[in-house]
């Protein structure tokens, strides 16, 4: 960490400001002064969230703005009826918007001169019109209620938004699981969530190859059917021209069958539910094996979504708008779908590899369409740094003039090459820090106020107005400038998690027990001088792969299904491109050696249990023990320390119940195996 530190501090007085906003940037301290304003106290952040409450077509006026009764189930616009998908499509259409596109969407495959041989375009009067089929057909064919959940387990396809919608509209809920996740997975999940019907696609299209879902669908069931959990209805969008679908007549329905005969102008109301009913449900990755249902508000989340699109975005009627993230994971949740539509934008969703069919794809689809907001991730933007920057000048990218990071910290080397190259360095650029228990934004910068405070190459900036958080220490007590420390969140925000779903213990456990009053993300950070929040990465059991959360504990907990696998620990390696890479630690059981083969062979088990996502990085390392300290845990800070190679020196204190001598044998034991490994 110090290590870290010190490359942090030396950019915590590079003040940046864009050419074009130099009339128009606070004062520090004058930023500071608005901000505390906003946090004074509960009436302070009720009056901010009010502020963009009132802007939104509720069906019934909230009672109560902030119901604090029951903490930490805090409670927004409480009385208030509002729903999703009217403020996605509904209101644009009352606002004029009828005709304006909503979504241009780009498949991955390309003809032989390179341009994308399917582009598929829809206006806001389209999708208002699929989502109504779509949820006719949800209704009155399968019978799906409010309340219920389903799970939709399908690839960057329009389909995947209108099915979000058409749920919305009938109150129902959905479970999305990403694509990239195993049969295994989907399995858990879809039990988890209680879902008797899932929609899914034939296939997805990959770097040039089809990557087929359908047959891991019907694997889960087959799992679910062992555990006695029924699916009854599979919903399969053709997206690729593959025929070999296996195909289950008596279960399985083709999207267009499921949608014949549904007349095209077919109406069913946006019901109008409440407030703190939820929305959806998204399982991510904690320290324990089984996933966490962040389960997401309505009332709060529409506030918090539309009010960091308009602060954070800075969005006008003539942006066109694209986020690079995948709609599995929460930010194509809040920042692809309900984000982007509830403020009227044009949206880019693109379906494929950010490399394909050559490195500078992205930059000729924000050349094509015009890209004006540009949301992206650090591991792509290290990807493709990596190429001449020739690539990305042979694009016109002059429209851009907001680019957002999210999902891990970005490395100011890669935060100047985005400003200097996509940016022209005259563009809002900011990282974005959020979770999926957050529902949406939580710092970054604000042009949408008007008024930009400096950039800096690396920082997370300030939490929006109306938020509070800090850097503590194991104490609860406030660090000072440059000292790492715990980042919590001080005040409830419109877009929290209500609680996990049927789990309310763990919920107040994970989250607001370690310091009372105090929001616990599970990362580290340092605030700087100028009252800036640096995140730095996790604090806990959670590895960040390419900006995919991933539980150690996960891995470890499929790792030992194998029957080979007596013990395993896995731990991140800090990586240049993907942030971190999952590294595990192996003991095998007695009569198994360790071999290339093997090691293949447990990849493939951890493709088969969690997914690609996980394996097609992963590093295993064969050691005779897991080194424990005495009263028995796993010395995880150690091996973390070993495998980014710190010097023994250097971490001796940190298993400070164990003996020093322990912790040195553990400390060689490691070091040669990973050396070995290399
Ligand atoms: C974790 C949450 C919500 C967006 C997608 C990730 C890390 C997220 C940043 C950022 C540094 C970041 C944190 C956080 N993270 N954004 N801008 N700078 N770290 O959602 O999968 O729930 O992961 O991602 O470690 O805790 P998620």
């Known amino acids: 960490m110090e290590q870290e530190k010190q490359e942090v501090y030396k950019e915590f007085k590079e003040y940046i400001i864009p050419p074009s906003w130099k009339d128009r940037v606070w004062d520090i301290e004058d930023f500071k002064k608005f901000h505390e304003e906003t946090v004074k106290d509960k009436e302070s ?14 069906f019934r006026k909230w009672s109560r703005v902030l119901d604090d009764s029951n903490p930490p189930f805090y409670r927004w616009f409480v009385g208030g009826e509002i729903n999703l998908a009217y403020l996605c499509t509904d209101w644009q259409i009352e606002k004029g918007r009828k005709n304006k596109l909503a979504i241009i969407w780009e498949g991955e ?36 209620r409010k309340g219920e959940i389903v799970t939709l387990y399908l690839p960057m396809i329009p389909e995947l938004p209108f099915y979000m919608l058409a749920l919305q509209r009938i109150g129902a809920k959905h479970s999305i699981v990403y694509s990239g996740f195993s049969a295994v997975a989907l399995a858990d999940r879809v039990e988890a969530a209680g879902s008797r019907i899932i929609v899914t696609a034939d296939g997805l299209y990959r770097r040039g190859r089809i990557i087929r879902l359908k047959e891991v669908v019907d694997e889960a069931i087959k799992i679910l059917e062992e555990r006695g959990h029924r699916v009854e209805k599979v919903i399969v969008v053709k997206r690729t021209d593959r025929t070999d679908v296996p195909f289950n007549e008596a279960r399985d329905i083709w999207h267009t069958d499921f949608l014949a005969g549904i007349p095209e102008n077919v109406r069913v109301d946006a019901i109008p539910l409440p407030s703190d009913d939820f929305s959806y449900i998204l399982y991510t990755s904690g ?16 506030v918090g979504l539309y009010a960091t699109m308009n602060m954070i975005f800075d969005v006008k009627d003539d942006d066109i708008y694209w986020c690079t993230a995948d709609i599995g994971w929460v930010t194509g949740h809040s920042y692809i779908v309900y984000g982007p539509l509830m403020t009227g934008l044009t949206s880019v969703m693109y379906e494929g590899a950010p490399d394909y069919p050559g490195p500078d794809r992205w930059w000729s689809i924000i050349e094509r369409y015009g890209v004006t907001i540009f949301y992206t991730t650090p591991t792509a933007i290290r990807m493709l740094m990596k190429f001449p920057d020739e690539l990305v000048k042979k694009h016109d990218l002059s429209t851009v003039r907001i680019a957002h990071s999210v999902g891990e910290p970005i490395n100011p080397e890669a935060f100047r090459w985005l400003y200097s190259n996509v940016c022209r360095n005259d ?34 900036g300030y939490t929006l107005p109306g938020v509070k958080a800090d850097v503590i220490d194991e104490d609860g007590n406030s660090c000072p400038p440059g000292v790492r420390g715990y980042f919590v969140i001080k005040t409830p925000w419109p877009g929290m998690l209500m609680t996990l779903y049927k789990d309310p213990q763990r919920y107040v456990d994970i989250y607001w027990k370690r310091w009372e009053g ?36 996960e891995v470890e907990s499929a790792m030992i299904m194998h029957p080979a696998v007596a013990e395993s620990a896995c731990v991140g390696k800090p990586d240049e491109v993907k942030g971190e890479i999952p590294m595990i630690f192996t003991v095998l059981k007695h009569g198994y050696n360790a071999s290339p083969e093997l090691e293949q062979e447990l990849k493939m088990h951890l493709r088969k249990t969690i997914g690609p996502l996980v394996a097609s990085d992963a590093i295993i390392v064969f050691i005779n023990a897991v080194p424990k300290t005495r009263s028995g845990k796993i010395m995880r800070r150690l091996l973390r320390a070993v495998v980014a190679g710190k010097p023994l020196g250097d971490i001796t204190t940190l298993e400070d119940e164990t003996a020093v001598k322990e912790v040195a044998e553990a400390y060689n034991m490691i070091k040669e195996a990973v050396e070995k490994r290399r």
């Open 45 to 58: 952040v009720e009056k901010w969230w009010v502020k963009w409450a009132e802007q939104l077509p509720w």
């Open 109 to 144: 495959p390309v003809n032989e001169a390179g341009e994308p041989k399917e582009v598929r375009k829809f206006t806001y009067y389209d999708l208002y019109r699929i989502s109504n089929r779509i949820a006719s057909a949800l209704r009155d064919r399968l019978g799906v």
């Open 287 to 302: 320290t324990t094996g089984a996933p966490k249902g962040s389960q997401e508000s309505i009332g709060g989340y529409a």
């Open 427 to 460: 563009a809002v650029c900011s990282s974005t820090w959020w979770m999926t228990e957050t529902g949406h934004i939580l710092t970054g910068h604000l042009p949408g106020l008007g008024k930009i405070y400096p950039l800096k190459p690396g920082t997370n």
């Open 518 to 553: 105090c929001f616990w993300t599970g990362d580290y950070a340092v605030k700087d001088q100028d009252g800036y929040f640096w995140i730095l990465g996790r604090a806990d059991d959670v590895i960040k792969v390419a900006g995919h959360r991933i539980g150690t504990a």
